[in-house]
């Protein structure tokens, strides 16, 4: 008998979803978290078969917590579920470990294809997600991430690395705020990382600065 815990801080969002899956499964245990917090507990308290995460949870990222189930219970599949179009974090989820990624605006009928593949221990990935990890494995996998980076966002990657904040890269280049901050988000999407912490840490373990 399948488990599934839903994660989702929005009542009546997860209260649709989980009727879906009701009829669809009738004899599945279905369980239901609205944070983070109750979602661990439960991956920890509950024999699960599956969860199906909101990727933007109050409080935290869903990618977030996406790691931290993986890390507790590797083997536990964990689909997404996302108001967020697949371009934006489809591929980051997948690489963090999720089953597959179904976009909120996708029919109820696709999502419930999403949780028979994954109970049955495969991923599921729509067409135009499926090409782009395609593309992407052509790429020289020697090559370091930030060799990816334009001129402007490795700029940008070295100053974060050395310490300098967003305000201060912006008057020494000459940019507004909002513009560096957007590559900032450019610069964190390539390189496949969620912090200014991570992006330090990359380029002292590279020796990208002096």
């Known amino acids: 008998m399948a488990h599934i815990l839903l994660v989702d ?8 979803i989980a009727q879906s899956l009701r009829e669809e499964f009738p004899d599945a245990v279905l369980l239901e978290a609205e944070d983070g917090v109750e979602g661990m507990k439960a991956v920890w308290d509950q024999p699960l078969s599956l969860v199906v995460l909101d990727l933007s949870l109050r409080g935290r990222s869903g990618l977030e917590l996406l790691k931290e189930i993986k890390a507790a219970k590797p083997h536990l599949p964990v689909l997404i579920l996302s108001m967020h179009a697949e371009e934006q974090f489809a591929t ?3 690489r963090a470990g999720a089953a597959g990624y179904v976009s909120k605006d996708s029919p109820p009928s696709l999502l419930l294809q999403a949780v028979r593949r994954a109970l049955s221990g495969g991923k ?3 067409p135009e997600t499926a090409e782009r990890l395609a593309n992407e494995l052509t790429i ?4 370091p ?11 940008i990657l070295l100053r974060i690395g ?4 967003i305000t201060k890269i912006a008057d020494a280049l000459h940019l507004s705020v909002k513009t560096v901050s957007t590559y900032r988000t450019r610069v964190l999407h390539k390189m496949g990382m969620e912090s200014n912490a991570e992006l330090a840490q990359y380029v002292i373990r590279n020796n990208l600065i002096d």
């Open 124 to 126: 599921f990935v729509s």
């Open 9 to 16: 801080d929005h009542p009546l969002i997860r209260r649709g």
């Open 162 to 165: 050395s310490g300098q904040g």
């Open 92 to 94: 980051r989820a997948l």
């Open 145 to 155: 991430l930030h060799d990816q980076l334009s001129d402007r966002e490795h700029d």
């Open 140 to 143: 020289d996998a020697s090559r």
